[in-house]
């Protein structure tokens, strides 16, 4: 019997490990043929911004290199980013986000069109996304300042100062206000995108975000061995989805994510 059960202590998780490594590194090389780029779900909005003097000189700037939110990041990690996977679509994140950075100079500026779904009790932008949108792009703002080139928030302060309306265009700009090893430090601020010429563009909040210096132990996927790779899988395919996302009654799509989380506000 001693013998029966050190055998399968031995084999069991040879046999584990082996099925892991012989699945997820498939999948992940796999998804590297797969186009990453979302769909669009609003070509005015994006029309728009594509038209804007800002974008033009953004993208005739060398020093900025454009692409697309989700392209920065495997298609099987989609779901987990909120702006890319559960609020991506029709009346919610409308656009895949446009992205121009300079990553010597280390400043950001990111264009985004959100729906009428996205919305607080009130009407008006829910500041859950406003925080979302901060952290999200701070942080990839000084990604390429860290030695890993990724980030892991330790603090993140907001200034909320005034609230966006529903189908509004808004634009992040962030810069690294510091860089020192393992630690950097970021500020930036959230704003409506102007729609008339000689309009001043509203501050919706502004923020700081300081990096966790853990984030300087985590290598990139470049440096990583397949192994790793596959332990990488295995924790990415847990699933965040929180709560019905159906839409019902007259409450919104954000408000029901939120009712899920934090428990219906009782009146």
Known sequence: MSILRRFTRLTAPVLAFGAGLALFPAEWRKSKFQPAKLTHFNKDALDKISK??????????PNYKMYYSSESFPQQHHK?????????????????????????????????????????????LHNGITST???????????????????????????????????????LRA???????????????????????????????????????????????????????????????VDNTVGDNSRSGDKSFIQQASDAVFGEKKE
């Open 175 to 237: 810069r690294v206000e510091e860089a020192k090893g393992r630690k950097v430090v970021i500020k930036g601020h959230l704003s409506v995108f102007p729609t008339k010429i000689g309009e001043r563009p509203m501050e919706i909040a502004s923020a700081k975000y300081i990096s966790d210096k853990i984030s300087s132990a985590v290598k990139p996927d470049s440096q990583k061995s397949t192994t790793e790779l596959a332990k990488d899988k295995v924790t990415d395919t």
């Open 52 to 61: 804007s003097d800002l974008f033009q000189q953004l993208k005739n700037d």
């Open 80 to 124: 987990n980013f909120v702006s890319r996977g559960m609020l991506f679509g029709p009346d919610l994140f409308e656009v895949d986000p446009v992205v121009f950075l300079n990553e010597s100079s280390g400043e950001l500026t990111a264009f985004y069109h959100l729906g009428k779904e996205l919305v607080s009790g009130d009407g008006m």
């Open 133 to 171: 949108i901060l952290d999200e792009g701070l942080c990839a703002c000084g990604f390429s300042k860290l030695p890993s080139k990724k980030g892991v928030t330790a603090n993140l302060s907001i200034d909320f100062k005034n609230q966006a309306q529903p189908q509004s265009t808004v634009v």
